[in-house]
């Protein structure tokens, strides 16, 4: 089992739709839960941060953690073609580690 | 936040030579840490590179292969060691601060 696991994907949704993406994580111990975005040819870019279980909003973007289920999901809502990119899943551990997941590729179709 | 700046951008080598990428941060950091992205995958941890001490290195990767400089608190190195295809990849040097702040990469073709 990978310790982070996410959609396989794509994932293509129309202009003006919301995008769900979706995460697991098999460690317990995970404290830091992030999102980043990469585009094409381009460095993963931090979007989205969590630390605790509930809804964390900013802008267009709500990241949602239940550490119960270890699950954390990224809501995309009024989706934009310029959201078409890679999402990376990422979880950091107490002692500073991160892992990341392989990725979910969104496309939104104007 | 911090500023990364990498080096080469791209490169393409031959098989059996090496390669040193640098990565300098505008502001003191403690760690400095070197990611693997190969193509169509997410990003493998290479190792943690602490000033003034030895680089620590994940499993699956050894000094002999990747070794790491850090001289300072705003430089350090990575050197891919006696190239193969398989080490064709994008590589990249990051610090912490709320998540992980990458720098541009730099994109490895061994042919």
């Known amino acids: 089992q990978k310790e982070v696991e996410q959609n396989s994907g794509p994932l293509s949704v129309p202009e003006g739709a919301i995008a769900s993406l979706n995460c697991t994580y098999s460690?317990?111990?995970?404290?830091?839960f992030f999102w980043y975005r990469q585009y094409s040819g381009k460095s993963p870019e931090l979007i989205m941060f969590i630390y605790s279980n509930g809804d964390k909003e900013d802008g267009r973007f709500t990241a949602q953690l239940n550490k119960a289920s270890q699950y954390v999901s990224l809501l995309i809502r009024d989706s934009q073609p310029s959201d078409s990119a890679t999402y990376l899943c990422a979880v950091r551990t107490n002692a500073g580690k991160s892992t990341f997941g392989d990725g979910t590729t969104l496309t939104v179709k104007p | 936040s911090a500023v990364i700046s990498q080096k080469p951008s791209r490169d393409i080598c031959q098989r059996g030579t090496s390669l040193t990428i640098q990565c300098q941060v505008d502001s003191q950091v403690t760690m400095m840490f070197w990611y693997r992205q190969q193509p169509g995958q997410s990003l493998t941890l290479i190792a943690t590179a602490n000033q003034g001490s030895e680089a620590t290195y994940e499993s699956g990767f050894v000094i002999d292969k990747f070794p790491i400089s850090r001289p300072n608190l705003t430089f350090s190195t990575l050197t891919v060691s006696n190239m193969s295809p398989e080490d064709s990849s994008i590589y990249l040097c990051?610090?912490?601060?709320?998540?992980?702040?990458f720098g541009q990469g730099t994109r490895l073709t061994v042919v």
């Open positions: 990051s610090v912490h601060t709320v998540g992980v702040l």
């Open positions: 460690d317990r111990g995970s404290q830091s």
